[in-house]
């Protein structure tokens, strides 16, 4: 027999959730935003942090560890919530743009290794010329910039001006 009633019940404070929520969120954001961005491949780190603790948020209303489904739901809130927030303050304010969404690292210029930057994210000179191989890139000295970007991919522009990411082939016209 199921207890809708008890089901549906608000057990946990709704501040308590709001807190626990949010310093987990923001704690999570400013680990994965400062120590691995080049661990968050294509997603976003606020993409990232939404679905790992939405998920996790919602395991535990959906087995029992909280004692009711509002207390799970309202997590889930504050947890998106807050992504929403940091987009929209990121959005609004270029200073805090720079903060809350890294910049693109400049790697490597005019075929040059920047090493502190390298060592920054910790990609080796192995890594790179691997990943300058998998762009048809075989010397650095076609390299004019390549730059870790705030997805943690490498983008390359080489000398002759066009970048590897994006080729671009018009297509042919017939004139007949």
């Known amino acids: ?29 400013a680990l994965l935003r400062f120590l691995l961005k080049r661990e968050s491949g294509t997603t976003g780190v606020t993409d990232l942090l939404v679905i790992v603790l939405i998920a996790d948020a919602a395991q535990n209303a959906m087995a029992g ?16 919530g807050w992504s929403l927030v940091l987009d929209a303050i990121a959005y609004r304010f270029p200073a805090a743009a720079r903060v809350i969404r890294p910049r693109p690292l400049l790697l490597v210029r005019n075929g ?28 650095l000295t076609r390299v004019r910039e390549a730059r870790m970007e705030p997805d943690g991919q490498i983008s390359v522009i080489t000398t002759a001006g066009y970048p590897r990411r994006l080729p671009v082939r018009p297509k042919r016209r017939s004139f007949r």
């Open 65 to 80: 560890q909280y004692t009711t489904i509002t207390d799970g739901v309202l997590l889930v809130a504050v947890i998106i």
């Open 112 to 139: 040059r290794i920047i090493k502190r930057n390298m060592r920054r994210e910790l990609v080796t000179e192995a890594e790179l010329r691997s990943l300058l191989r998998e762009q048809g890139i075989d010397n």
């Open 1 to 29: 027999m199921v207890e809708w009633s008890e089901l549906f019940a608000l057990r946990t404070p709704p501040l308590e959730i709001f807190a626990r929520g949010t310093v987990t969120y923001l704690a999570l954001f």
